[in-house]
């Protein structure tokens, strides 16, 4: 089977809104079974996006991002997986093994149009502080443009030249490239930790952030276990506070200046 053109243009511009839905909407939420059954549908074979899609979706279950962390995009990779399982005619477990590799290729171009929306946030910056809400409403939409470039060009060209361009690319990206955006993907975590930390009452409770990377740095707890060792120590916290909001309670309900209890009246 060969692809149409107005399929290659319906499923680059699939690429365009899951990626903007993602950001703003989300409506699809990011999820690679909704992006692998659309594309089943541009397709005519719904049976094997819902497959491809659904697969995909199980490698992502339970993992999130953090900070400005970046995970593999396999929303792109069940769009364009999907795609060649049913050209390809090879079914569903070629358009999964293609997939992975799409999604870990799209993790640099994710990268890639993090540091190009830099530009618009700077300007964002120097348009608070002039006041113009126009500048800043422009420069937030002229961001979205970043964003779908680094999914539908990519998008684009895979179906343009076919499966071949995808290993030939991942095979022969070169080494101060990957190396490089490894690195800075590696750095966007931190700097997205220490974005958050500025906007949380870290000095009012600095013994929980101590606990934490005493428990990740030295006891190597996973981040699942830091999650629910967090979850803990909020109970904690809020159960505390509560106690000492009844407390303040019963202290205010003592003898009026009349000499009555709260809540009495008198005959």
């Not at 699809?28 to 719904?46: C, L, Q, S, T």
């Not at 050209?87 to 997939?99: C, K, V």
């Not at 699942?224 to 407390?247: E, H, P, T, W, Y």
Request: proline content about 3%; charged content about 10%; overall charge negative.
């Amino acid at each position: 089977m060969e692809i149409q053109v107005w399929q290659i243009i319906a499923l680059t511009i699939l690429s365009l809104i899951f990626i903007w839905d993602s950001l703003m909407t989300a409506v699809f939420d990011g999820k690679p079974i909704f992006a692998g059954i659309i594309a089943g549908i541009i397709m005519g074979d719904i049976t094997t996006g819902l497959a491809v899609g659904a697969t995909l979706q199980l490698m992502v279950l339970g993992v999130g991002t953090y900070g400005g962390s970046s995970m593999p995009d396999y929303v792109t990779g069940a769009i364009v997986g999907t795609v060649f399982a049913v050209t390809s005619g090879q079914g569903i477990e070629f358009g999964i093994g293609l997939a992975v590799p799409v999604g870990l290729l799209m993790v640099n171009l994710d990268i890639f149009g993090r540091f190009c929306n830099v530009f618009f946030a700077k300007r964002v910056e120097a348009a608070i502080e002039r006041l113009d809400y126009g500048a800043i409403k422009r420069n937030i939409w002229y961001g979205l443009i970043p964003w779908g470039l680094s999914r539908a060009f990519p998008v684009f060209v895979m179906l343009i030249f076919g499966e071949d361009i995808v290993n030939t690319l991942v095979e022969n990206m070169p080494e101060w490239l990957t190396g490089g955006l490894s690195v800075a993907g590696g750095l966007l975590p931190a700097v997205g930790i220490a974005i958050l930390l500025r906007y949380l009452p870290v000095k009012k409770y600095i013994s929980y952030l101590l606990i934490g990377f005493f428990a990740a740095a030295y006891l190597a707890v996973p981040m699942f276990g830091i999650a629910i060792l967090g979850a803990a120590m909020a109970v904690i916290s809020f159960q505390q506070n509560l106690k000492d909001s009844q407390r303040v309670v019963v202290a205010n309900a003592g003898v009026s200046q009349e000499g009555l209890l709260d809540g009495e009246y008198e005959d």
